[in-house]
């Protein structure tokens, strides 16, 4: 008994006409007239009645047809399973970063992944979060983690928040208000600020928290690296905002306050462009990333 014999009877018994079963298979009527005639003399059975017009499956035909739709059913699922993982092996991700991913440790996902399969090809991109989301939406990046948080910035993507941390004041030690604990925004009226370029998450948050409590921040220093924003506080050229994590991490010393009226949260999220069909390399990462962060 050959595979193929049973798709053969299973596509006569749904078409019941030699003619379109043969179309439908992609052979020869006669090949499958034949391979018909081979399962029968196996089997020792009719399974085909050729002496009425209308070709009809006999009840030992139906029988087998029965047990061959479910036999091929499962060859066809585990044939599925096999081209997604050999699709996974031979997979690539495309993944944007925001600059400030903060609780968020990427290289650790990463890592364990590729522990898991060696064979996906990993690329990641760094920038604006904004402008990522604009890649998530044309295709360019399969998955983001990004800081998404006007309603703009999230149309046409999924997005599901995976950490959380606070926005902290960084000062340098020498700093008039460094024994602080805390610090208002207004607090810093009169500072200059080390903040991330035009468009950044974050010094879009500081602004608009400066606007609400009446004045308008002094940007002295832009740069879209984290490691120049704390050298730039250290040297005591200006204060910075900052996730607690960045401020936290090695670096030149600087001092931190937690920021009040009002508190500022700085949110990572997993984003992808809504109703995008992911390859199977792009499914196993996204499960893995909601799976850790959950």
Same mark, same amino acid.
């Given at each position: 008994?050959e595979?193929?014999?049973?798709? +053969?009877?299973?596509?006569?018994?749904?078409?019941?006409?030699?003619?379109?079963?043969?179309?439908?298979?992609?052979?020869?009527?006669?090949?499958?007239?034949?391979?018909? /005639?081979?399962?029968?003399?196996?089997?020792? @059975?009719?399974?085909?009645?050729?002496?009425?017009?209308?070709?009809? #499956?006999?009840?030992?035909?139906?029988? @087998?047809?029965?047990?061959?739709?479910?036999?091929? %059913?499962?060859?066809?699922?585990?044939? !599925?399973?096999?081209?997604? *993982?050999?699709?996974?092996?031979?997979?690539? #991700?495309?993944?944007?970063?925001?600059?400030?991913?903060?609780?968020?440790?990427? @290289?650790?996902?990463? %890592?364990d992944?590729?522990?898991?399969?060696?064979?996906?090809?990993?690329?990641?991109r760094?920038? *604006?979060?904004?402008?990522?989301?604009?890649?998530?939406?044309?295709g360019? *990046?399969?998955?983001?983690?990004?800081?998404?948080?006007?309603?703009?910035?999230?149309?046409?993507?999924?997005?599901?928040?995976?950490?959380?941390?606070?926005l902290?004041?960084?000062?340098?030690?020498?700093?008039?208000?460094?024994?602080?604990?805390?610090?208002? &925004?207004?607090?810093?009226?009169?500072?200059?600020?080390?903040?991330?370029? $035009?468009?950044?998450?974050? /010094?879009?948050?500081?602004?608009?928290?400066? /606007? %609400?409590?009446?004045?308008?921040?002094?940007?002295?220093?832009?740069?879209? $690296?984290v490691?120049?924003?704390? !050298? &730039?506080?250290?040297a005591?050229?200006?204060?910075?905002?900052?996730?607690?994590?960045?401020?936290? !991490?090695?670096?030149?010393?600087?001092? &931190?306050? !937690?920021?009040? /009226?009002?508190a500022?949260?700085?949110?990572?999220?997993?984003?992808?462009?809504?109703?995008?069909?992911?390859?199977? %390399?792009?499914r196993?990462? *996204?499960?893995?990333?909601?799976?850790? +962060?959950?």
């Amino acid at each position: 008994m050959e595979l193929r014999q049973l798709r +053969y009877l299973v596509a006569l018994a749904d078409e019941r006409h030699f003619t379109r079963a043969a179309v439908r298979m992609r052979v020869a009527q006669p090949a499958l007239s034949q391979q018909l /005639r081979k399962l029968e003399q196996e089997l020792g @059975v009719p399974l085909v009645d050729r002496t009425t017009r209308r070709v009809r #499956v006999t009840d030992a035909g139906e029988l @087998v047809v029965a047990h061959a739709r479910r036999v091929l %059913a499962e060859l066809d699922d585990a044939t !599925a399973e096999l081209e997604r *993982l050999r699709g996974i092996v031979a997979g690539r #991700v495309t993944i944007g970063l925001t600059q400030t991913p903060g609780p968020l440790d990427l @290289v650790r996902l990463l %890592a364990d992944f590729h522990v898991r399969f060696p064979g996906v090809e990993l690329a990641v991109r760094e920038g *604006l979060s904004v402008a990522l989301a604009d890649q998530l939406r044309d295709g360019t *990046l399969d998955i983001g983690f990004l800081t998404i948080v006007d309603a703009a910035d999230r149309r046409g993507l999924d997005v599901q928040e995976l950490a959380e941390e606070p926005l902290v004041a960084v000062l340098s030690d020498r700093h008039r208000l460094a024994a602080r604990a805390r610090l208002s &925004i207004a607090d810093l009226r009169d500072e200059d600020l080390v903040a991330f370029t $035009e468009g950044a998450t974050i /010094r879009s948050a500081v602004q608009r928290a400066a /606007r %609400a409590a009446g004045f308008e921040p002094r940007i002295a220093f832009e740069t879209r $690296e984290v490691a120049r924003v704390r !050298a &730039i506080v250290a040297a005591g050229l200006g204060v910075a905002v900052l996730p607690r994590s960045d401020a936290e !991490a090695p670096g030149p010393p600087v001092r &931190i306050a !937690a920021l009040h /009226r009002p508190a500022l949260a700085h949110r990572i999220s997993l984003c992808c462009r809504r109703g995008r069909r992911h390859g199977p %390399a792009a499914r196993a990462l *996204l499960e893995q990333a909601r799976a850790v +962060y959950a």
